[in-house]
C-alpha cells in the first residue's frame, strides 16, 4: 500500500461524511479517481453502513407516536389553568377526526348501525375508507390522554389499519391494532348532534365515555361522547354482539 | 397558543421520533423499554420545549435528553455502571483499513455488538444516524476531538471485528455451498 493510499483511507470515513476540510476532501476525491484499490474501499465502507442502517432499523412507531402525544396532553391537564381547554380540544379534536357524523334517529338504530359497522371492519375485515396513519395515530393519542385504559392497550401495539366505515346514516372512526398476538380496536363514535350541549365536551374527561370488552385475543373498544346511559346501551349490546361474532369466526388472528 | 406550541413541537421534535427509537433499542436492549425510554425523553423535551431556540438543532439536543435519561435511569436501576460518557483509554488494536468483500447481516450484527457501547453509540450517531461530528460532540456531552478520536478507533475496531467473524463461520460457509 503505498503512502498515499493510507493516507486516503486513514480519511475515508470522515470523507463519507463530508467532514473533512475542502483542501484534505479535494485531495481525498483526487486520489479516489486514479486509485481503484481505495475506490472499491470506499464503496465497501458505503455499503457497510447502509447495511447497519437496515440491520438496526427501529420499526413502527406511531403507537408510540400515539403514546407520545397523550403523556404530553396528560402534562397538560396537569396544569389546571389549561384543563378545561385541553381536554375540550382533545375530544373535539379527535372526534372531528375520526368521525365526521350525522345526526342518528334513535339510540337503538344507532347501535344497529355502530354494531354493523363495528363487525364489517372487524369480523368481515372490510375497510372502505383509509384513513392517514398521522391522522389516526394523532386522534389515539389524544382520546389515550383521556383514558388510561387506551393508553395501556396502545403500549407496544402496531397500528394495522385505521379507517372510516361509513354505514347507515354515520360514520364510524375505527382503528385497529396488533399487539402481541392480540387485536384492540377501537371505534370512535360522535354523539354531539344527538343530545348533549356542546358545553358538557369541557367540562372534564367524563365528557367522553369508555367502554371496553375483551374476549380471547381481541379487545374493543367504545369512545363516544354521548350521554352515559344511551353510551351503555349502545356498548353493551354492540361489543357482546361484537365479541360473539368473534368468538364464532373461523381462523381469526 | 398551546396548540401552536404543539404544533411546533411536532414538526421539529418529535419528526425525530424514528431515529431516536433506533438509538433507545441499543441503549435498552429491547422495544417495550426503549420505548418508554423515548417517551420520557419527549415529555422532557416538552416541558423544556419553550426554552429551545427555534432553528438551532433540535436533533443533537433529543439526543442528549436521550443519553441523559438513560444514563439516570441506569443509576437508579442499579446498574453496575451507567453510560460512559468520557473518552476510553486507547486500545492496543492495529488500525483496520479494510473492510471485507462479503457479509452477511448477522456477521454486521454480531460484530457491531462485540464493540463497547461507547463505540456502538457514536457509530450509530455519526454513521447510522447521520450526525454531524459536532452534534454527536453535543448529543455525548463531550469535546468534538474525543468524538472522532473515538469514532476512528469504533470504524476500525468493528470492520476488524467483521473480519474476524467471517473468519470464524468460513468452514462453515464453505460447507454449506
Same mark, same amino acid.
Given at each position: 500500500?503505498?503512502?498515499?493510499?493510507?493516507?486516503? &483511507?486513514?480519511? &475515508?470515513?470522515?470523507?463519507?461524511?463530508?467532514? !473533512?476540510?475542502?483542501?484534505e476532501?479535494?485531495?481525498?476525491?483526487e486520489h479516489?479517481?486514479?486509485?481503484?484499490?481505495c475506490a472499491?474501499?470506499i *464503496?465497501?465502507r458505503?455499503?457497510?453502513r447502509?447495511?447497519?442502517?437496515n440491520a438496526?432499523?427501529g420499526g413502527?412507531v406511531?403507537?408510540l407516536?400515539?403514546r $407520545?402525544l397523550?403523556? $404530553? %396532553?396528560?402534562?397538560?391537564?396537569?396544569?389546571?389553568? $389549561?384543563?378545561?381547554?385541553a381536554? %375540550?380540544? %382533545?375530544? &373535539?379534536?379527535?372526534? %372531528?377526526v375520526?368521525?365526521? /357524523?350525522t345526526?342518528p334517529?334513535?339510540?337503538? /338504530? !344507532?347501535?344497529d348501525e355502530?354494531?354493523d359497522?363495528?363487525?364489517?371492519?372487524?369480523?368481515?375485515?372490510?375497510?372502505? /375508507?383509509?384513513?392517514?396513519?398521522?391522522?389516526?395515530?394523532?386522534?389515539?393519542?389524544?382520546?389515550?390522554?383521556?383514558?388510561?385504559?387506551?393508553a395501556?392497550?396502545?403500549?407496544?401495539a =402496531?397500528?394495522?389499519?385505521?379507517h372510516?366505515c361509513?354505514?347507515?346514516s354515520?360514520?364510524?372512526?375505527?382503528v385497529?391494532l396488533?399487539?402481541g398476538?392480540h387485536?384492540?380496536?377501537?371505534l370512535?363514535t360522535?354523539?354531539r348532534?344527538?343530545? &348533549?350541549?356542546r358545553? =358538557?365536551?369541557g *367540562?372534564?374527561?367524563?365528557?367522553?365515555?369508555l367502554?371496553?370488552a =375483551?374476549?380471547?385475543?381481541?379487545?374493543?373498544?367504545?369512545?363516544?361522547?354521548?350521554?352515559?346511559?344511551?353510551? /351503555? =346501551? $349502545?356498548?353493551?349490546?354492540?361489543l357482546a354482539s361484537?365479541l360473539?361474532?368473534?368468538?364464532?369466526r373461523?381462523?381469526?388472528? | 397558543?398551546?396548540?401552536?406550541?404543539?404544533?411546533?413541537?411536532?414538526?421539529?421534535?418529535?419528526?425525530?421520533?424514528?431515529?431516536?427509537v433506533?438509538v433507545?433499542?441499543?441503549?435498552a436492549?429491547?422495544?417495550?423499554d426503549?420505548?418508554?425510554?423515548?417517551?420520557?425523553?419527549f415529555? +422532557?423535551?416538552w416541558?423544556?420545549?419553550?426554552?429551545?431556540?427555534?432553528?438551532t438543532?433540535?436533533?443533537?439536543?433529543?439526543?442528549?435528553?436521550?443519553?441523559l @435519561?438513560?444514563?439516570?435511569?441506569?443509576?437508579?436501576?442499579g446498574?453496575?455502571?451507567?453510560?460512559?460518557l468520557?473518552?476510553?483509554?486507547?486500545?492496543?488494536?492495529?488500525?483496520?483499513?479494510?473492510t471485507?468483500?462479503?457479509?452477511?447481516?448477522?456477521?454486521?450484527?454480531?460484530a457491531?455488538?462485540?464493540?463497547?457501547?461507547? +463505540?456502538?453509540?457514536v457509530?450509530?450517531?455519526?454513521?447510522?444516524?447521520?450526525?454531524?461530528?459536532r452534534?454527536?460532540?453535543?448529543?455525548?456531552?463531550?469535546?468534538?476531538?474525543? @468524538?472522532?478520536?473515538?469514532?476512528?478507533r469504533?470504524?476500525?475496531l468493528?470492520r476488524r471485528?467483521l473480519?474476524?467473524?467471517l473468519?470464524?463461520?468460513a468452514p462453515?460457509?464453505?460447507?454449506?455451498?
Amino acid at each position: 500500500m503505498s503512502p498515499e493510499c493510507g493516507r486516503a &483511507l486513514g480519511l &475515508l470515513d470522515s470523507y463519507l461524511c463530508d467532514e !473533512l476540510p475542502s483542501p484534505e476532501g479535494a485531495s481525498v476525491r483526487e486520489h479516489l479517481a486514479g486509485c481503484a484499490a481505495c475506490a472499491s474501499e470506499i *464503496q465497501r465502507r458505503l455499503r457497510l453502513r447502509a447495511e447497519l442502517r437496515n440491520a438496526l432499523d427501529g420499526g413502527d412507531v406511531l403507537a408510540l407516536e400515539a403514546r $407520545i402525544l397523550a403523556g $404530553i %396532553a396528560v402534562e397538560g391537564r396537569r396544569r389546571r389553568a $389549561i384543563v378545561l381547554g385541553a381536554a %375540550a380540544a %382533545a375530544a &373535539l379534536v379527535a372526534l %372531528a377526526v375520526l368521525v365526521p /357524523s350525522t345526526p342518528p334517529s334513535s339510540a337503538s /338504530s !344507532l347501535y344497529d348501525e355502530a354494531r354493523d359497522a363495528h363487525l364489517m371492519c372487524a369480523v368481515r375485515a372490510s375497510y372502505p /375508507s383509509p384513513l392517514r396513519p398521522e391522522l389516526a395515530a394523532e386522534g389515539l393519542g389524544r382520546y389515550a390522554s383521556l383514558w388510561p385504559a387506551v393508553a395501556a392497550e396502545l403500549h407496544a401495539a =402496531t397500528l394495522l389499519s385505521a379507517h372510516v366505515c361509513p354505514h347507515g346514516s354515520r360514520s364510524y372512526g375505527h382503528v385497529v391494532l396488533r399487539k402481541g398476538e392480540h387485536l384492540v380496536s377501537v371505534l370512535a363514535t360522535d354523539g354531539r348532534p344527538l343530545s &348533549l350541549p356542546r358545553a =358538557t365536551l369541557g *367540562q372534564d374527561r367524563d365528557g367522553v365515555r369508555l367502554s371496553a370488552a =375483551t374476549s380471547d385475543g381481541y379487545a374493543a373498544f367504545v369512545l363516544s361522547d354521548l350521554d352515559s346511559r344511551v353510551h /351503555s =346501551t $349502545i356498548s353493551e349490546a354492540m361489543l357482546a354482539s361484537v365479541l360473539r361474532a368473534l368468538a364464532a369466526r373461523p381462523g381469526r388472528p | 397558543m398551546a396548540s401552536d406550541r404543539l404544533s411546533a413541537f411536532r414538526s421539529e421534535a418529535l419528526v425525530h421520533l424514528p431515529e431516536l427509537v433506533r438509538v433507545a433499542l441499543r441503549l435498552a436492549g429491547d422495544r417495550s423499554d426503549a420505548d418508554d425510554l423515548v417517551q420520557e425523553t419527549f415529555l +422532557q423535551a416538552w416541558r423544556s420545549f419553550d426554552r429551545f431556540a427555534p432553528g438551532t438543532n433540535c436533533r443533537a439536543w433529543l439526543f442528549r435528553i436521550l443519553i441523559l @435519561v438513560a444514563h439516570g435511569q441506569r443509576r437508579r436501576n442499579g446498574r453496575a455502571r451507567g453510560l460512559a460518557l468520557d473518552d476510553l483509554p486507547d486500545a492496543a488494536v492495529a488500525v483496520e483499513d479494510h473492510t471485507p468483500d462479503y457479509f452477511t447481516r448477522e456477521h454486521l450484527l454480531v460484530a457491531f455488538h462485540s464493540l463497547a457501547e461507547e +463505540q456502538r453509540l457514536v457509530v450509530q450517531l455519526a454513521d447510522v444516524e447521520g450526525l454531524r461530528y459536532r452534534e454527536v460532540a453535543e448529543a455525548l456531552g463531550i469535546p468534538v476531538g474525543t @468524538v472522532m478520536s473515538r469514532l476512528s478507533r469504533a470504524r476500525s475496531l468493528l470492520r476488524r471485528r467483521l473480519a474476524e467473524r467471517l473468519q470464524a463461520t468460513a468452514p462453515a460457509a464453505r460447507g454449506a455451498r
